[in-house]
């Protein structure tokens, strides 16, 4: 039961529809997994970052550096998920870093223990609700069509980026178009300030589920301000990377749901600790995405099937991003995705599709 090396294989795959938001626009996604190789079983990891440090300040290049030269060094051939993130005290912030050599440390035991991710972390739910997260269009006509696709597939909940000069005619379209049983929200990105207060306040007309991240990650205060000038009930999910984060925004009123994604906070294991203070205080819980291929898609969804992830995921299926994915594609089955639930993730790349999509692969032996 050891770990005999480690590999780093970056990747490039096209995403189906180039995705705007308030700070750019992704076409194609750059992976970085952390592949964990032992003697009877591999595990792997994905890393959420995108190729540009615009969602937070962790980009693909960067990561890949901080893991080769940071993280790596502290894994030996025995060594846990759980070892991992206690010795990674010393090392600050790099979430989404930690959390891709976590994951495929957590894939690799489970995979030795025989026992599968939704198990460990304390799955309840074997199918997750996928919700559709749709970039900004200039042209509403042009989105009310991408809006009437998705429900025609069978999403049951629709998510609106939203920034200055794009937000409320937008919504209001929506809305009048699709009625009001459409569970519909909006997401910021942050691209707003508490100045702009008595603006987003017109979004409370239209009985939204909520409104996620308006303001900049570290304005708190901000978020709390807003959240008493309006009644749309206020998410984060910049703004929580840890639990102590997590603990400072429900204190302080910042916000009243959480978007819980493991990149972002350091990993499976923080991410259920966050999950456990939320439940004990009846904060609901929705699993976010960050255009994960199935490997990430796959643990994401263990962690979306815990008792407190009571609102729809950003988890849509494979071919809303991809034409191809690296697993066997997760497809929608009556508006929700099955969670995987055999041994760790409970899948594994597809080779032939890894080896056409890798740009390079570096391996580190124990
Ligand atoms: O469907 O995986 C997906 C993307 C969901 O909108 C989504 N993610 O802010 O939550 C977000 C957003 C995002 C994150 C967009 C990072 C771009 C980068």
Redesign the pocket.
């Known amino acids: 039961m050891t770990i005999r090396a480690i590999e780093l294989v970056r990747a490039s795959i096209d995403l189906v529809t180039p995705?705007r938001?308030s700070y750019g626009v992704?076409a194609q996604r750059d992976l970085l997994y952390v592949h964990v190789i032992g003697d009877d079983a591999e595990g792997w990891g994905e890393c959420v970052a995108?190729t540009h440090p615009g969602?937070t300040d962790e980009y693909v290049d960067g990561c890949e550096a901080v893991i080769r030269s940071q993280l790596l060094p502290l894994v030996g051939a025995t060594t846990t998920a759980e070892q991992f993130i206690e010795s990674c005290l010393g090392i600050e912030r790099n979430y989404m870093a930690k959390a891709a050599v976590e994951m495929a440390l957590l894939d690799y035991w489970l995979r030795v223990e025989k026992k599968s991710l939704a198990t460990f972390l304390g799955a309840t739910q074997s199918r997750v609700v996928a919700g559709v997260?749709i970039g900004i269009y200039s042209d509403i006509d042009e989105l009310l069509n991408v809006v009437s696709g998705f429900c025609a597939e069978g999403y049951s909940r629709v998510?609106l980026?939203i920034e200055p000069g794009n937000d409320i005619e937008p919504v209001r379209a929506v809305r009048k178009a699709f009625g009001d049983d459409l569970l519909l929200q909006v997401?910021a990105?942050s691209a707003y300030s508490i100045e702009d207060a008595q603006h987003l306040a017109q979004l409370d007309e239209f009985n939204l589920l909520l409104l996620e991240q308006p303001l900049a990650e570290d304005d708190l205060a901000g978020h709390a301000e807003l959240a008493q000038r309006i009644s749309t009930p206020l998410c984060l999910?910049e703004s929580i990377v840890s639990l102590a984060s997590a603990r400072n925004a429900l204190d302080m009123g910042a916000c009243s749901i959480v978007?819980l994604k493991a990149g972002r906070v350091g990993g499976f294991l923080e991410a259920k600790k966050i999950h456990d203070l939320c439940f004990e205080r009846n904060i609901p819980v929705w699993c976010?995405?960050?255009?994960?291929t199935g490997i990430g898609r796959a643990a994401a969804l263990a962690l979306a099937a815990l008792p407190g992830f009571t609102l729809p995921s950003?988890l849509?299926a494979s071919k809303?991003y991809f034409l191809e994915d690296v697993t066997t594609p997760f497809e929608l089955v009556d508006g929700c995705l099955d969670v995987p639930n055999t041994m760790g993730i409970g899948v594994a790349p597809n080779q032939g599709t890894l080896q056409r999509i890798t740009t390079r692969t570096e391996e580190f032996r124990l």
């Open positions: 995705m938001t992704n995108l969602y997260s998510k980026k997401d990105n999910d978007n976010g995405g960050m255009y994960e950003d849509s809303k």
